[in-house]
Nanobody, 115 residues
Framework: QVQLVESGGGLVQAGGSLRLSCVAS????????MGWYRQAPGKQRELVAT???????NYADSVKGRFTISRDNTKNTVFLQMDSLKPEDTAVYYC?????????WGQGTQVTVSS
């Protein structure tokens, strides 16, 4: 079983920044597909930013240039630096890891951006 624990969410004004962290209960060095998703009220869960096979990154168009995904394999942690936040970024943010035997999700952390 893989456990993912997110933290770093909160309430911030538009234009502000937050840094989310996702700590895994397993070594993430070999996990190529790992990243962040979000779900706003009444909407489907969507990809925000993720590492993909080969070490590349993939971002949603809506966050390109504002969000940056990074990882520290020594701490089994993936980060999401969110700058220039907008009210439409308000959502629950989830960390996801794809392993050979399945997908694992964290419990989510709430991000609220006020206008």
């Amino acid at each position: 079983q893989v456990q993912l624990v997110e933290s770093g969410g909160g309430l911030v004004q538009a234009g502000g920044s937050l840094r989310l962290s996702c700590v895994a209960s397993v070594r993430i060095l070999s996990i190529s597909d790992m990243g962040w998703y979000r779900q706003a009220p009444g909407k489907q869960r969507e990809l925000v930013a993720t590492f993909i096979r080969g070490g590349s990154t993939n971002y949603a168009d809506s966050v390109k240039g504002r969000f940056t995904i990074s990882r520290d394999n020594t701490k089994n942690t993936v980060f999401l630096q969110m700058d220039s936040l907008k009210p439409e970024d308000t959502a629950v943010y989830y960390c996801k890891a794809h392993l050979g035997w399945g997908d694992f999700w964290g419990q989510g952390t709430q991000v609220t951006v006020s206008s």
